[in-house]
């Protein structure tokens, strides 16, 4: 851990944005950088219909181009706040890199996959902290991430 990346999946939401600023402490504390993850749904469809104006390809790749946006967005917004921060701990040190990764697929296998091959030291997940029915009818990408991580994991609410 102490030497190796932190992977941090991102769906743009407040509550990732909370665990980003955690992922952006322990990489200070630990000098090691962040991998920013956000993963893109592989659109569901049937060709034979012959109904869409644009091919699945397509899509994805308006997907990947708005993902990537977001992304940018994403970072000004939190070094912004970063850099408001009175507390001051919680600065972005110089030397702190940011490596964003935009992938297609499962988000579950695809952070796994990811946090796997680039050998990461800790993935810090958000939770959107659903419960009752709700926690039932949608799936848990926290929870399926620290279930099959092979390296520790930080779910924050």
Known sequence: MRTRQIICPTDFSETASHAFRYAVEMANF???GIRLVHVIDQPVGN????????????????MEQAAAEKMN???????????????????????????????????????LQDAETSEAGMIVIASHGRTGLSHALHTNIAEGVANGAKCPVMVVK
């Open 47 to 62: 060709e034979s219909y012959q109904i869409l104006a644009i091919t699945p390809e397509e899509m994805v790749e308006g």
């Open 30 to 32: 630990y000098h090691v």
């Open 73 to 111: 967005a994403f970072l000004s917004e939190m070094e912004a706040q970063l850099e408001r921060d009175v507390r001051g701990y919680l600065g972005l040190d110089s030397d702190l890199s940011i490596e964003t990764v935009i992938r297609r697929g499962s988000a579950i296998e695809q952070i």
